[in-house]
């Protein structure tokens, strides 16, 4: 397995946006406040940071495109969670 490593080193005045869905908040309320924290412990501001919520995980991939077309973020971060009951 390719195993890929580095340090996040935030851009000065850059923005960052962790995408998740509203569905199964339980683990998706974890998740993004795991991303958040991960962020602010590699120097990234607090508020240098957007939290986007989608419907489901099926939304991710186009709401992340449309953020990454606007061109307004230095990075984006999704997460998603299927689980089958």
């Not at 080193?9 to 958040?36: C, F, H, K, Q, T």
């Not at 991710?60 to 495109?65: G, K, N, R």
């Not at 990454?68 to 089958?84: E, F, K, T």
Request: aromatic content about 4%.
């Amino acid at each position: 397995m390719t195993k890929f490593e580095g340090d996040l080193r935030p851009v000065p005045a850059a923005r960052y946006a962790i995408l998740a869905s509203r569905w199964n908040p339980r683990i998706m309320d974890v998740l993004v406040e795991g991303a958040r924290a991960a962020l602010l412990a590699h120097g990234v501001a607090e508020n240098a940071i957007d939290v986007v919520r989608v419907p489901g995980a099926l939304e991710l991939p186009v709401a992340a495109q449309v953020l990454a077309r606007a061109g307004r973020h230095a990075a984006l971060v999704a997460l998603g969670c299927v689980v089958r009951g």
